[in-house]
């Protein structure tokens, strides 16, 4: 073949921005005002915490986001919104991948008895490894075009 169409850098951008979509995607279709003001995410993770097989899971719930729920509400839809934007802009993208992948294990994690939302968990984990190692960054990015990384 004479011709690639994209070359490797290029899709691991595709990726990259594909990664960033799906997590802009998430902050689009949480209810926002159920979240921030009726605490429906808090309490939904509160009572699948509560009943986590593992201990570790229950008393860091309760030692960290139970004490302030409000205040983790903002985190969690935050934390979606500032990766979607980071990874499609390349911006700060290894921090955006660190941070996702993360947020995915963290996620992961409690919902580990709920196999239905593990696909996209695993998948979305799996493409934050592979841009990080493959410095996904390089092309079709703000922190290319600035030099940085």
Do not use: C
């Not at 979240?35 to 939904?44: L, V």
């Not at 660190?98 to 239905?116: E, K, P, Q, R, S």
């Amino acid at each position: 073949m004479d011709t690639i169409w994209l070359t490797g850098a290029q899709w691991l951008a595709v990726l990259r921005i594909g990664l960033g979509l799906w997590w802009l995607e998430s902050w689009r279709h949480k209810d926002k005002k159920g979240w921030f003001e009726r605490g429906t995410g808090i309490a939904w993770a509160s009572d699948v915490a509560a009943r986590h097989r593992w201990s570790a899971v229950r008393s860091g719930f309760e030692r960290v986001v139970a004490p302030r729920p409000r205040e983790m509400a903002y985190v969690v839809v935050y934390a979606e919104l500032a990766l979607g934007l980071g990874l499609v802009a390349g911006f700060l993208t290894p921090v955006a991948l660190v941070g996702g992948l993360l947020l995915n294990l963290l996620y992961f994690t409690l919902m580990i008895h709920d196999w239905a939302e593990q696909g996209q968990n695993a998948m979305m984990s799996l493409i934050s490894a592979v841009a990080l190692f493959a410095m996904a960054w390089q092309t079709w990015s703000l922190d290319s075009a600035l030099g940085w990384f």
